[in-house]
């Protein structure tokens, strides 16, 4: 079993930036990826970020230049940063885990960019 929480959100001045956190019950290294999905209201969820176990990364292209993926392997945690922060980016995050080809969830944390 997998859990997957999130931490980090909240509200953020448009322009501003936030560092999201998923923290993993157990070793990152073990995921085949790991990455970070974002749902606004209304909407879908939508793909942003994904981080390989070799640690290669891939970035939402509308997202390029504002969104990185890291990890600390040591703590069991993958990051999102997010810079330049528009209203639009306002959502609930998920982070998720590819575990031998099961995917597992975290509860997601808010983000809300409003003046």
């Known amino acids: 079993q997998v859990h997957l929480v999130e931490s980090g959100g909240g509200l953020v001045h448009p322009g501003g930036s936030l560092r999201l956190s998923c923290v993993a019950s157990r070793s990152i290294l073990e995921f085949d990826t790991m990455g970070w999905h974002r749902q606004a209201p209304g909407k879908g969820r939508e793909w942003i970020a994904t981080i390989t176990s070799h640690g290669n990364t891939n970035i939402l292209d509308s997202m390029k230049g504002r969104v990185t993926i890291s990890r600390d392997s040591a703590r069991n945690t993958v990051y999102l940063q997010m810079n330049a922060l528009k209203p639009e980016d306002t959502a609930d995050y998920y982070c998720?885990?590819?575990?031998?080809?099961?995917?597992?969830w975290g509860r997601g944390t808010q983000v809300t960019v409003s003046s």
């Open positions: 998720n885990a590819d575990f031998h080809g099961t995917y597992y």
